[in-house]
């Protein structure tokens, strides 16, 4: 009998050498038990960060560049901290600061980090595809922090972890089952990275998935992604297991794509009142940073039994310190780990 | 001038542009034909055994956006139309005059004029002396033209001049900065996208003012099924149009995008596969009069790039013939088509002596082997840079030997 992983199984092999990828560039080349094994070894990390002291030294010695072209906050500090507690130097690497500015191409500034012998770098861009080009470029691994509209993997890699740890929480009476999950994506799905992300891992996992979004925002040929489309919000949350939430991304709109940020909320906010039509247990997320009042009333995020979203970002640290951990052991020569 | 003996092309299979090809021989005087089919040498006459393979004129490219002399003859290309859309665009006479003196004497540039000064929109510039100075039909360009009050009175200009109107049809206003067709693959791969019907939207809009004007109106490329239909229905109502395209949209569709190669960036974007289809029932039925390669060679520094960020284009000259041939292999077109489309049509809309073996027409004649199998390699390219979507792909056909005027191009 082979000892190769079945794609569609959500078992992985024992005994390591259970990622089979050089980057963790996005969803779409990930198999279940790949998503699995990543959330898997995120608990871990997990349980160490809420521990006193929160120090590994599992990438000791090693280096992490975070390369973002594109600002950030949430998601910089999150990979930053996940750098550190496993041991490693991190360096941190802004556009405003870095070579592009003065005109040097992304492909030489891949070459460039590569001449530095980094073990890992960690990359958003504002353009679709960006990490891909860089991850061709370089030796090391290359982590997506997010690329143009296309993919950011650690998010919904994140949002599972949150939605794992909730389903198997006391205060869900729903089973451990991705498979039996009822979501609603609602927001700018247009111009959403982490809309992408996570309608590839939901339905890979085989969760129901609704995405929800004025006309505009919504693209063309959703549904060959599995998805229900819905532009009537109330129907869509209509008894769903967890209501995803996205920001409005104006600095993405070339013009204008909705008529104000009042009726915006009027058709498509998450408040107190719609919320009622979710399933009596729903679970609300958000990647942020949110427009409170706008796509989410101040009074549902800040809900302390039924809002993941500061959750969300506690999952952030620990499962970006599983894809740092897992995506440097072949070079580290971790036992079991062969190479590619 | 040198002067040159008559030249004799024989044992070749001459496809002279009205029919199937059939054996014959071609005699040359000058830089003229004289004589084609049951033709006999003269004493003095040069001599060039073609050797069973086809004779056919030398392919008329429609619209390119860089001379590229290498790069042509490689391809059987002996008279290329140049866009406007050049450093500085050809919207003075002096630019279209040295256009149209550049490649001389053994690749002839038809100059395109600019329809508005710089490309820009606004203003209409000298089409009359543009055209006393070689200019042969009139642009936009890349653009597509946004104001019809402008595109009207630039169509009745050039419509009282002769002078053909190609038209970009994409509606600006949809694509905005799209760089892809909206559809699965734009929506997977998170590219900013436009709808299809940006394509028919402008057509529409186009064919409406071409009747208003009483111009002849070329559309460069028609990619979309809905596009081809109104084509074809304006065609029917007799509507004085024609439309062209170029290899990509018929041997590619979007999902050639995967994996954001942006030698696959192209302008208008590729298309889904059903629209691919209708472009291949299009070049059968006669809907589309022309195939070019739209030759838009881009080094690393504009293609190296995010999918977003990089320059749309193709290097197309060398693969024109062979990508063609394919269609013919593939039994959508016979040889005779495929003289009208790259030859034929070419040159009656760019109103030149030449696109057919036939006494009196200038010589440009290409010898092809349509069979001879190669494989385009980006790194090999006669081409000024290697952006194309074929690298790599073997392909059969191309031109063994080549005549401007008479003259053999040595290679």
Sequence with gaps: ?340 | MIPREPLIITGGKLLTGSGAPSAGSIRCEGDRIVAAGEVEAQPGDRTHDARGKIVMPGIIDLGVFEIDKPAFHFGGITRAALMPDQNPPLDYPARVRFAASYGKPDLWVHPIAAATRGLAGSELPELGLMQEAGARAVSSGRQWLGDSGIMLRMMQYAAMLGLPVISHAEDAGLTGGAVATAGEMATRLGLPSAPAEAESLAIMRDIALAEMAGAHLHIRQVTTAAGLDLVRAAKARGVRLTCGVTPAYFMLSDIATAGFLTFTRLSPPLRSEADRLAVRIALADGTIDTIASGHDPRGPEDKRLPFVDAAPGMAGAETLLPLTLSLVRDGVIDMARMCELLCVNPARILGVEAGRLEAGLEADIAVIDPDRPWIVDSDRMEAQAGNTPFDKQPVQGRAIALFKGGQKIEG
């Design chain 1, 1 to 340: 009998m082979s000892d190769a992983p079945n794609p569609s199984s959500t078992r992985y092999p024992a005994g390591g050498d259970a990622f089979p990828h050089k980057d963790l560039i996005g969803i779409a080349p990930l198999a279940p038990w790949e998503i699995h094994y990543l959330l898997d070894e995120a608990e871990q990390w997990v349980a160490l960060n809420r521990q006193p002291a929160k120090h590994a030294d599992a990438l000791a010695g090693l280096t992490i560049i975070n390369a973002f072209f594109e600002n950030s906050t949430r998601t910089l500090l999150s990979f930053e901290i996940a750098g550190k507690r496993l041991g490693a130097d991190v360096v941190n690497m802004h556009a405003a600061q870095s070579s592009v500015k003065k005109g040097e191409t992304l492909i030489d500034t891949a070459t460039t980090l590569n001449a530095m012998r980094a073990d890992a770098i960690v990359i958003r861009h504002s353009s679709s595809g960006a990490v891909q080009l860089i991850a061709d470029k370089v030796d090391c691994p290359v982590l997506n922090a997010g690329d143009g509209q296309h993919e950011h993997p650690t998010q919904a890699l994140l949002d599972a972890l949150t939605m794992r740890f909730w389903l198997r929480s006391d205060s869900c009476p729903l089973s451990d089952e991705f498979a039996k999950l009822k979501i609603a994506i609602c927001g700018d799905i247009m111009h959403s990275r982490v809309a992408r992300s996570n309608i590839l891992l939901l339905t890979t996992l085989g969760a129901e998935v609704r995405v929800c979004a004025p006309p505009a925002l919504m693209p063309a040929a959703i549904e060959h992604m599995k998805v229900t489309p819905f532009s009537d919000f109330n129907a869509a949350i209509d008894g769903v297991d967890v209501v995803m939430m996205l920001r409005l991304q104006n600095e993405r709109m070339a013009g204008p794509f909705i008529p104000s940020a009042r009726e915006y909320r009027h058709l498509f906010g998450l408040t107190p009142e719609r919320l009622k039509r979710a399933a009596p247990h729903a679970l609300v997320m958000h990647p942020g940073p949110m427009n409170r009042g706008v796509e989410i009333d101040s009074s549902v995020a800040d809900m302390l039994e039924r809002s993941a979203i500061t959750r969300q970002v506690e999952m952030g640290v620990a499962l970006r310190m599983a894809c740092l951990d897992v995506v440097t052991r072949r070079a580290r020569g971790v036992e079991g780990w062969n190479s590619l």
